[in-house]
């Protein structure tokens, strides 16, 4: 039963995001882009995890569902508009995947869980949280980051990564150090921790 559930509710996840009208090319072929996204985030949640439960499956899976539907141009520009954007999507990525979880028969408990994590609730406090943020910040660091390379310069990116690795716990930033990044992007995580240690020796934001 409880397999059942889960599968479903994966299958629900994975029908919704491969409506995703944008497409990447990865590994010889073309594939939506949060589906491509949504199964990133299941790999490295069980390089982890090695065994999750159906909840932290299923967020990590729910974390960018639909995400397309809910663009950053219908929110104003700036910080303050990012930020609302950014809580609206929390909120809307938990809605959907509640909805998903209520059509699968997951009982309230399991369908709160997953709205904690998916919504960010406790990061730092509580260990789901703090794992789907991990696993969010690892997909980053190994997929998006060169992209984002691309379009900011050097400072820009020692700040993201800055701010990346304030998220993560012990575990995640260690996975992280294992990466196979090019030359230029270690020099850049390199610059980004070394800024980050000198903070914690003393200096304030």
Known sequence: MSKDRLSKAIAAIDQADSEDPIWEFWQGKETPKELLYSNRMTEWLWKLD?????ARQIAARAQHIRRWTVPREDFPAGREGYLRWRTSLYRFHADQAEAIMREAGYEEESIAVVRKMVGK???????????????????????????????????????????????????????ALSLQLTEELAAVVGKALNLTEEKSDGETE
């Open 50 to 54: 090695p065994s999750p439960s159906a």
């Open 121 to 175: 609730q406790g990061i730092k406090r509580d260990p789901d949280v703090q794992l789907l943020e991990d696993v969010a910040c690892l997909v980053f660091l190994e997929h998006y980051f060169p992209a984002f390379a691309e379009k900011h310069d050097e400072e820009k990116m020692i700040g993201i990564v800055r701010k990346t690795w304030k998220k993560m716990s012990e575990v995640g930033r260690n996975a």
